[in-house]
C-alpha cells in the first residue's frame, strides 16, 4: 500500500529512516526547483505559495529557484496547516534556535519523517508519543543544552497537529458515506 511523504503528494511504499533526506537529495540533484514543481510536488495552487512568500512566511526564492529549506518550510506548513494557524506554524519553526545551533527546517522535516518511520505510535498514550520524539531529538553536544528539549516539544506539536489533520480527513470521509 502506497504512502504519501507528509506535507507532499509524494507517493512510497513505506516511510523508512532517511528516506526524505534521500528524496531532497534526489529532487535537489541539480539545484532548486521552480514554483511550479513546488505546487505539483505539494499539491499547493501557485498564487498560495507566493501569498505566503509575501507575508514571509516563506523566504522568497533566489532567481526564481527554491531551495531545500523553503521547500521544507512549504511541506511543514502544508502539513499542518489543518490544524494549526500559519503565523503559529512559522513561529513553531522559528523557535528551533539561531546561528549555529539553528536546526534548519529540512533537518527538522527529515527528523520528523525518520520519526514517523521508526516509531509505532500511539497518539492515545503520551508515553508513546515522548519516546517516539525522543528517539529523534538527539543534537550535538556542542549545541545549547536547552535545543533538545526545544526540539522534542516542536516535534510533539507537529506529531499531534498533523495527527488530528489526518483525524479530520478521516471523519470528513466517513461522514461523506452517510449523505
Known sequence: MATTFPGTTIETR??????????F?????????????VSIMTGLEPYLIQNWIKRGFVAPPQKRVYGKEQFARIIIINMLREALQIERICTLIQVMGSGEDRIR?????HRYVDMLAENEI???DEKSVSAAVESVALVSETHD??????????????????????????????LATLQ
Do not use: C, W
Not at 15 to 20: A, I, R, V
Not at 156 to 169: C, E, T, W
Open 25 to 37: 537529495d534526489g529532487i535537489f540533484a541539480t539545484g532548486g526547483i521552480t514554483l511550479s514543481q
Open 122 to 124: 500511539n497518539m492515545m
Open 145 to 174: 543544552p536547552g535545543l533538545k528539549k526545544q526540539l522534542e516539544r516542536i516535534l510533539q506539536v507537529m506529531l499531534y497537529a498533523h495527527a488530528a489533520s489526518q483525524f479530520r480527513d478521516s471523519a470528513e470521509q466517513i
Open 14 to 23: 513505506a516511510l523508512e529512516k532517511g528516506s526524505s533526506k534521500l528524496l
Open 105 to 109: 527546517d529540512d533537518e527538522l522535516y
